[in-house]
T-cell receptor
Framework: DTGVSQDPRHKITKRGQNVTFRCDPISEHNRLYWYRQTLGQGPEFLTYFQNEAQLEKSRLLSDRFSAERPKGSFSTLEIQRTEQGDSAMYLC????????????FGPGTRLTVL | QKEVEQDPGPLSVPEGAIVSLNCTYSNSAFQYFMWYRQYSRKGPELLMY????GNKEDGRFTAQVDKSSKYISLFIRDSQPSDSATYLC???????????FGAGTRLAVHP
């Protein structure tokens, strides 16, 4: 399968714990995006990478959130000191520069904070 | 007011019906318009992609963009129970840009 993959698919954690999610984009896609989706809503943009450079962060991305894409391939999203309000589906998407902004999404990581 | 408005439904139709899904938006800079289909607890799947105004057809699906009215539509012909999902409109101004999504419309096609 050559689509976007995310790991883990589900994560249950207790409030105050740190969690880390991984995203592997489509091979050769140089753009990578993180979105968050809550129940009954569309995905909301969190941050964007072109290669290894993080070029934009949403105001939704508080100081407890950090994202990296160290070698311009896979990316990680870490949430520190999780809160119940962080419970959501975290979606990763990738696209190819010059590909007309067509973003392809992974299956998502569903986070539940107890 | 949200940048992209989409009726959340739910929309329930019989098998074989023509389905019309719509979004309105406020940002005149949007140039790229997409429709995604999302099954329960899955990631969004790209269905249709349109640049600027006009129509695009792909099988049973037709996407329309009217930039003068800031209105986009997705039509599904001969709807099937397998079309039951949430349909998300998304758009952006171009360049690398992030997509702005509607809230999604839940569609149920019953046999």
């Amino acid at each position: 399968d050559t689509g976007v993959s995310q790991d883990p698919r589900h994560k249950i954690t207790k409030r105050g714990q740190n969690v880390t999610f991984r995203c592997d984009p489509i091979s050769e896609h140089n753009r990578l995006y993180w979105y968050r989706q809550t129940l009954g809503q569309g995905p909301e943009f969190l941050t964007y990478f072109q290669n290894e450079a993080q070029l934009e962060k949403s105001r939704l991305l508080s100081d407890r959130f950090s994202a990296e894409r160290p070698k311009g391939s896979f990316s990680t999203l870490e949430i520190q000191r999780t809160e119940q309000g962080d419970s959501a589906m975290y979606l990763c998407a990738s696209s190819l520069k010059g590909g007309g902004d067509t973003q392809y999404f992974g299956p998502g990581t569903r986070l539940t904070v107890l | 007011q949200k940048e992209v408005e989409q009726d959340p439904g739910p929309l329930s139709v019989p098998e074989g019906a023509i389905v019309s899904l719509n979004c309105t938006y406020s940002n005149s800079a949007f140039q790229y318009f997409m429709w995604y289909r999302q099954y329960s607890r899955k990631g969004p799947e790209l269905l249709m992609y349109t640049y600027s105004s006009g129509n695009k057809e792909d099988g049973r699906f037709t996407a329309q963009v009217d930039k003068s009215s800031k209105y986009i539509s997705l039509f599904i012909r001969d709807s099937q129970p397998s079309d039951s999902a949430t349909y998300l409109c998304a758009m952006g101004p171009g360049g690398y840009n992030k997509l702005i999504f509607g809230a999604g419309t839940r569609l149920a096609v019953h046999p």
